[in-house]
């Protein structure tokens, strides 16, 4: 059984920085693509980003381009979201998945949330202004 365990979250102010961490369990952590989502109270859960298992290929939100970067650790198990320039409306709780291996489409990047077989139970980030 994989468990995932987030970890850093906290208040922030807008324009400062954070960095989440992810620990997984299990010893399959490095073949797979894992992710990082985020959901307010009343909204559906939104990809935030993803790393591919070797680490080279990361991507992103839109949004978050250019500010957030996701990193791993295979021989930690560790995954890691720093997050600079957090904005106010980015108030959410943070989830760290690990990819099932199957994907939807062609689309490889790991951006569809029904490509995630195991979730964090998540870490709540707040951004003051």
């Known amino acids: 059984q994989v468990q995932l365990v987030e970890s850093g979250g906290g208040l922030v102010q807008a324009g400062g920085s954070l960095r989440l961490s992810c620990a997984a369990s299990g010893r399959t952590f490095s073949r797979y693509t894992m992710g990082w989502f985020r959901q307010a109270p009343g909204k559906e859960r939104e990809f935030v980003a993803s790393?591919?298992?070797?680490?080279?290929?990361?991507y992103y939100a839109d949004s978050v381009k250019g500010r957030f970067t996701i990193s791993r650790d295979n021989a930690k198990n560790m995954v890691y979201l720093q997050m600079n320039s957090p904005k106010t409306e980015e108030t959410d709780v943070y989830y760290c998945a690990k990819h099932s291996g199957q994907y939807d489409s062609a689309d490889y990047s790991g951006a569809r949330d029904s490509e995630y077989h195991y979730w964090g139970r998540g870490t709540q980030v707040s951004v003051s202004s």
């Open positions: 790393i591919l298992w070797g680490g080279g290929e990361t």
